[in-house]
């Protein structure tokens, strides 16, 4: 045989087995390397595979976006919204092969300014309890039900649902004012988190009715009266004086029986560290800014400006 002709075939089956080392370098990173760490995985509703491929990525948890999406969409393999454990363990099909099974717990975000009524409804909603159970078991709780992003197992109790929401409460309030949030603070914090549309306005909203309070003024707080009628809809002028309810403070001196929702952190310290610039009067603008006044005629006059 000719010499050139044994090398020639020397060099094609060198060749062909560097591409073949290569493709199987290939597969085994994409497909069976094990990820690097263990993580909590949320794949979020509506979310694109694509998406879950780049998060993936970037938590180090795959080498390939690219390999990921083309196995999913090749094996027709639908991801599960939720959360998902992903262990170190895993390679990138046993992590699809996670992500297809349905979650064991779900995400859940509370929005700031919820009421006990609208966390109950939400609760249900992601079908964690049925309508109506947390509003039962929680109706002193008013306030201490913290408006977070939280993790529950989908076989959790309500009652422990109510209780991570009440910890997480005293968790997240445990360095203000040395752990001590007292009930009216709370209920100043939870009017404040109604009415404030910017950061910037929280705290001097919180003056206002604290103002008041030492004066011995009407706090006049329309949040008051929607939270009393069951609903955030805009009240009517009738409702100021027709409205029979301890939460009419158009009607009634001092602080309402309860919090009318639960607040978030910053207007909670807004109501702990209020700014009394003398101002006694404010309303919202249509851009969402409070405008502030000290007397009632300076009020009135703005409100026509």
């Not at 805009?234 to 607040?263: A, E, R």
């Not at 851009?287 to 009020?299: I, M, N, P, Q, Y």
């Amino acid at each position: 045989m000719n010499r050139h002709i044994i090398i020639k075939k020397y060099i094609l089956f060198g060749i062909i087995f560097f591409v073949f080392i290569l493709l199987l370098s290939i597969i085994w990173v994409n497909f069976f390397k094990k990820a690097d760490k263990d993580v909590t995985f949320t794949v979020q509703q509506g979310e694109s595979t694509r998406e879950v491929a780049k998060n993936l990525h970037e938590k180090k948890m795959i080498f390939s976006p690219l390999a990921f999406s083309l196995y999913v969409y090749s094996r027709h393999i639908l991801l599960q919204p939720g959360i998902h454990d992903l262990s170190a363990s895993m390679n990138m099909i046993k992590i699809i092969n996670t992500l297809h099974s349905e979650s064991s717990s779900q995400s859940v975000t509370i929005p700031e300014g919820y009421r006990l009524t609208q966390i109950d409804e939400l609760l249900s909603e992601k079908k964690l309890i049925q309508s109506g159970e947390l509003t039962k078991i929680s109706s002193a709780d008013e306030g201490y039900l913290f408006p977070d992003t939280y993790s529950f197992q989908k076989n959790v109790t309500v009652s422990e649902m109510r209780q991570v929401m009440l910890d997480n409460f005293n968790k997240k309030t445990t360095s203000l004012n040395g752990g001590k949030v007292t009930k009216n603070v709370l209920i100043i914090a939870s009017i404040v988190e109604r009415e404030a549309k910017f950061d910037e306005d929280r705290a001097r909203i919180a003056g206002v009715y604290w103002s008041r309070l030492d004066i011995g003024m009407k706090l006049e707080a329309d949040p008051t009266i929607q939270y009393g009628k069951g609903s955030w809809d805009p009240i009517t002028v009738s409702d100021y004086k027709n409205f029979q309810s301890p939460y009419n403070t158009y009607l009634h001196v001092g602080l309402p029986p309860t919090p009318i929702c639960n607040p978030g952190l910053k207007s909670i310290e807004a109501a702990l560290l209020p700014v009394k610039d003398g101002s006694l009067f404010f309303f919202t603008q249509s851009d969402g800014r409070a405008v502030f006044s000290k007397t009632l005629a300076e009020h009135e006059l703005k409100l026509k400006n």
